[in-house]
């Protein structure tokens, strides 16, 4: 590790600072789930600026995330790379934010792998309020098509693709590939009295099932998390989220209420993904920008894998558009 200081650009000339890495594509990021390792690995040398100071690296730097649920944020303090639960600002105002992990505890995986690789091109006090206030924005593209509005008993009743597209975190430019439909993405929902995170591997479908196979909403019983199976012929959402994350940048929010008619669901397709109540991911959501909504339709006499079919609005959309929202 090499410590390049400059004088020419401290603060004491008069030039705002902004940590962070001066070319993202001088490094890669990695987390192995079984050792809970984090990895910056660089593309060279990887140049970066902590607390004022540049520094380069040439080789993998790691950090061990202790074995607690919930947010892990990843950065460098000087030369040393550090992690820390829950945010600080000071991992936007003194130190090189690199990147975050939310851990499942139970689980034993990481539930989010986001990047935080953010540049210098703006000072440290604009950079921590247009996280606070405003977030990661939709860029372009990523409308979701090839949607086939069914009986429920065909696979593709209730799968989807993705077009490319883009998200800015910031002045990080996240560069989504389209997929082809049934596109590939896990779901996430609460569980348990603590509301913890989860994450159930694709399976091609946008939603999830329970009990005797229907379509499962993430319900609050008012002590527990859990996913509660709809009732015959009811309805659920499923909220597409775009993420900084570098595995799978596409996720599935698993609805957290249930509807009894198409109109209901309607109304909630508009409000709930206002309302979502997402405990300790609160301070990753920032970081995530919602695409869509879908609302699906669950019956026992649907034959294909999930029950469900995706419904279309009185609009004729199949999808409520959040993009722009």
């Known amino acids: 590790m090499l410590n390049l200081y400059n004088t020419f650009f401290s603060r004491t000339e008069g030039i705002p600072i902004e940590n962070g890495f001066e070319d993202r594509t001088q490094s890669t990021i990695s987390f192995d789930d079984s050792t809970r390792t984090f990895t910056i690995t660089p593309v060279g040398i990887c140049y970066y600026w902590s607390n004022e100071i540049r520094y380069a690296v040439t080789t993998p730097q790691t950090v061990v995330i202790p074995d607690i649920e919930g947010v892990h944020f990843i950065y460098y303090e000087g030369s040393t790379l550090k992690t820390v639960v829950g945010f600080v600002e000071e991992l936007i105002t003194v130190y090189s934010f690199v990147?975050?992990?939310?851990?499942?505890?139970?689980?034993?995986?990481?539930?989010?792998?986001?990047?935080?690789?953010?540049?210098?091109?703006?000072?440290?006090?604009?950079?921590?309020?247009?996280?606070?206030?405003?977030?990661?924005?939709?860029?372009?593209?990523?409308?979701?098509?090839?949607?086939?509005?069914?009986?429920?008993?065909?696979?593709?009743?209730?799968?989807?693709?993705?077009?490319?597209?883009?998200?800015?975190?910031?002045?990080?430019?996240?560069?989504?590939?389209?997929?082809?439909?049934?596109?590939?993405?896990?779901?996430?929902?609460?569980?348990?009295?603590?509301?913890?995170?989860?994450?159930?591997?694709?399976?091609?479908?946008?939603?999830?099932?329970?009990?005797?196979?229907?379509?499962?909403?993430?319900?609050?019983?008012?002590?527990?998390?859990?996913?509660?199976?709809?009732?015959?012929?009811?309805?659920?959402?499923?909220?597409?989220?775009?993420?900084?994350?570098?595995?799978?940048p596409m996720v599935w929010l698993v609805g957290q209420k249930t509807y009894t008619t198409l109109a209901l669901a309607r109304v909630g397709a508009d409000i709930e993904f206002q309302q979502l109540k997402t405990g300790q991911l609160d301070t990753l959501m920032p970081e995530f920008v919602f695409i869509a909504t879908f609302i699906l339709q669950s019956a026992s006499g649907y034959s294909n894998a999930v029950k469900s079919k995706v419904v279309t609005l009185e609009s004729g959309e199949a999808f409520v558009d959040l993009r722009k929202r």
């Not at 086939?148 to 490319?164: L, R």
């Not at 996430?188 to 196979?213: A, E, H, L, P």
């Not at 659920?236 to 595995?247: E, G, M, P, Q």
Request: glycine share 10%.
């Open 99 to 248: 990147g975050v992990v939310y851990w499942n505890a139970t689980q034993k995986v990481s539930i989010i792998l986001g990047d935080e690789r953010h540049g210098r091109v703006m000072d440290s006090t604009t950079h921590l309020y247009h996280h606070s206030t405003e977030g990661c924005k939709w860029g372009k593209g990523l409308s979701p098509s090839s949607i086939t509005i069914g009986t429920g008993d065909a696979a593709v009743d209730a799968q989807i693709a993705i077009e490319a597209g883009t998200i800015y975190d910031e002045d990080i430019k996240h560069t989504i590939a389209g997929q082809a439909r049934p596109m590939s993405a896990p779901l996430i929902y609460r569980s348990g009295t603590n509301g913890d995170w989860k994450k159930i591997d694709s399976t091609g479908y946008i939603v999830t099932t329970t009990g005797s196979g229907r379509a499962a909403w993430n319900e609050f019983t008012g002590t527990t998390w859990q996913l509660t199976e709809s009732s015959t012929n009811d309805f659920v959402l499923s909220h597409l989220l775009a993420t900084n994350d570098t595995r799978h």
